[in-house]
């Protein structure tokens, strides 16, 4: 399966974290990180969960600290996370420069309360991930 996909993360108090050559002080609370994989989302979407892993993309840093609480995705041949993350941005609080160092956007992890942010990604058509043994 190809796609896009959101990481719903709950953060349970201000830290600050250094992802890149930025540091952020992250409140606590809620953050949706939109993401795509085009060679595999299922696969993509597994390594985030991995507790033991490389430090590579910038929400590895956050995953360290926070805790993945739900999971979203859009299938999908054409990248558009950056469509998905534009909606979002106009919509919730954006972390300057998070997950973005390969394309234009202000940021693709947002902050806000967690029924606002479930509210828009059903709003934008994403639908819940269920892992199970097989996926």
């Not at 409140?27 to 993509?44: C, D, H, M, T």
């Not at 985030?48 to 739900?70: A, F, P, R």
């Not at 999908?76 to 106009?90: N, T």
Request: contains cysteine.
């Amino acid at each position: 399966m190809k796609g896009s996909y959101a990481l719903v993360v709950f953060l349970p108090g201000e830290e600050l974290i250094q992802f890149g050559r930025r540091k952020h002080v992250f409140k606590g609370g809620y953050y949706v990180y939109i993401g795509s994989a085009l060679n595999g989302l299922e696969q993509r979407i597994r390594r985030h969960l991995k507790e033991e892993k490389k430090l590579y993309w910038h929400i590895d840093y956050l995953l360290v600290k926070g805790l993945v609480v739900d999971i979203f995705y859009k299938e999908g041949d054409e990248r558009e996370e950056c469509i998905l993350a534009g909606f979002l941005s106009s919509n919730l609080q954006g972390v300057k420069g998070f997950g973005c160092s390969d394309c234009r956007c202000r940021s693709h992890l947002f902050y806000g309360s967690k029924r606002d942010i479930l509210s828009l990604l059903e709003e934008m058509g994403m639908k819940r991930f269920h892992i199970n043994a097989n996926t």
